[in-house]
């Protein structure tokens, strides 16, 4: 196993940084057992990092550091039962394109898909379209390494309330390592693109929520225009995506890159970029792979806060969202992408029982983010919204004790796992356990 000492450890946004004084490649499950004995038995704390895309602390850590990304093999694609079984560090993109070799898709994907498979479970990283859960609610069982170095399977059927603790555990419980996830035969979807207005959003907004398999869109500051991105099955053949990918990468990467440079270098130019970007939304409508059109490459760098909240309030909150950053002039111009997930069953998870509609703040890398982010997240308290774990907020231990119904439970099998708190560093000992 390749072992590197002092090597520095920073995530994708650049907000968190740790020297680890070990850093771990294992290559087997043999290999993350070692690691978790040897953390043992010389007092270390363990922290697992999968792509690093999480903009919180989670996986910061001065002890050992264990990377999985050699332990990616895919075990096993069970085509009659729909599943695979495939080792946890393993990305969504490698996951993705062996699937499709076999005609099988996730049913749901995020904006990108560079993550691991177990980062993604772990901190309950989600897509949209009300009819899917977030990517842990794709988990059949699940496989952790523990803190005493031994094996613990569980799925829906064998211990189904540890199961839904383990899902979104942020490797609070061990390692995950092995993982077996529900697919689909690869669909094809109609997609489209166009710009509508936000009097017609809140209008359709419940039919386009429910006639469409995904739905998203996303709201411009001080602009009237929404971006609508709609897709439905369809049984058409697929076409290229080439084109539609090149434009997409310049428009969402490059252009936007350089009217992010002039918003930080000139923030008063934010409120007339947003209404610039919105009003150039051009319509696009293609035919193609699911796995060709949920995810896209992210080059522009940024901070994001996301929070959940019950799909019945969202119309609400979209008007208290337009009214504050107009009243407060925030000098923003990245849209709020506003995302809807089924409920589901794990513990931590923000839409845990509850239809849930997310909505994400974004500043560019650079720009102040906190007034901004501080009076959208009054909002989204204002409706019981719950944060996601990958992306900054500003909650306490306190806090989630009243927004999870779990959490105490959570706790609970958390310490009964992991008694010695090797699996712990000073972010989440402040955030979970209040200290
Ligand atoms: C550009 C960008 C786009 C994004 N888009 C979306 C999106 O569309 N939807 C969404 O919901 N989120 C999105 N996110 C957030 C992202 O999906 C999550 O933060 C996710 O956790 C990142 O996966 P990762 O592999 O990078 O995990 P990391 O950030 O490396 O780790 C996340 C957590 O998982 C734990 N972990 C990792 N591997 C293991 C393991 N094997 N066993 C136990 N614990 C483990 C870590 O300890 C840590 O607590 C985005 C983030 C970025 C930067």
Excluded at 141 to 156: F, Q, R
Aim: aromatic share 12%.
């Amino acid at each position: 196993m390749k072992v590197l000492e002092n090597k520095r450890w920073v995530n994708w946004a650049s907000t968190s940084k740790s020297i680890p004084a070990s850093t771990f490649y294992p290559e087997s499950i043999e290999d993350v057992r070692t690691v978790i004995k040897k953390a043992k038995a010389s007092g270390k704390k363990v922290r697992v990092v999968g792509a690093g895309h999480s903009f919180t602390p989670l996986a910061n850590c001065d002890d050992y550091l264990m990377c999985l990304d050699r332990l990616k093999r895919i075990e096993s694609i069970d085509v009659i039962n729909q599943t695979v079984t495939v080792q946890a560090g393993i990305r969504l993109s490698e996951l993705g394109d062996e699937l499709a070799k076999q005609g099988f898709a996730q049913e749901n994907l995020g904006d990108i898909n560079v993550q691991s498979l177990a980062g993604a479970i772990s901190t309950g990283t989600h897509g949209t379209g009300i009819q899917f859960g977030n990517i842990p609610s794709q988990v059949e069982e699940l496989t952790l390494v523990t803190a005493t170095g031994e094996l613990l399977t569980c799925s829906k059927e064998k211990d189904q309330e540890l199961f839904q603790a383990s899902l979104i555990s942020l490797g609070l419980f061990g390692v995950i390592v092995k993982v077996k996830l529900r697919i689909i035969k690869a669909p094809v979807y109609d997609f489209r693109s166009e710009k509508v207005t936000f009097e017609q959003l809140q209008e359709q907004l419940p039919k386009w929520i429910e006639e469409n398999t995904h739905f998203e869109f996303f709201m411009f500051p001080f602009s009237e225009y929404i971006q609508t991105k709609k897709m439905k099955v369809s049984s058409a053949r697929p076409q290229s995506v080439r084109h539609f990918h090149r434009k997409n990468v310049v428009i969402e990467n490059y252009l936007f890159y350089l009217v992010s440079e002039v918003c930080r270098l000139y923030p008063k130019s934010s409120k007339r970029m947003s209404q610039l970007s919105a009003k150039s939304v051009s319509k696009q409508v293609i035919t193609a792979n699911s796995y060709d059109l949920f995810t896209t490459p992210r080059k522009v760098k940024f901070v994001e806060m996301e929070y959940a909240i019950p799909i019945e309030a969202l119309q609400d909150a979209l008007d208290e969202i337009q009214k504050k950053i107009k009243k407060e002039q925030f000098q923003v111009h990245f849209p709020i992408e506003c995302r809807m997930v089924a409920a589901d069953e794990s513990w931590l998870s923000p839409s845990y029982q509850r239809k849930s509609a997310y909505l994400a703040f974004h500043m560019y890398k650079g720009m102040p983010f906190e007034s901004y982010f501080y009076a959208m997240e009054t909002i989204m308290d204002s409706y019981a919204g719950r944060p996601h774990w990958g992306k900054w907020h500003s909650k306490t231990k306190k806090d989630l004790e009243h927004l999870y119904p779990k959490f105490a439970a959570f706790l609970k099998t958390r310490n009964s796992l992991d008694p010695e708190h090797i699996f712990i560093n000073d972010y989440l000992r402040q955030l979970i356990l209040g200290r």
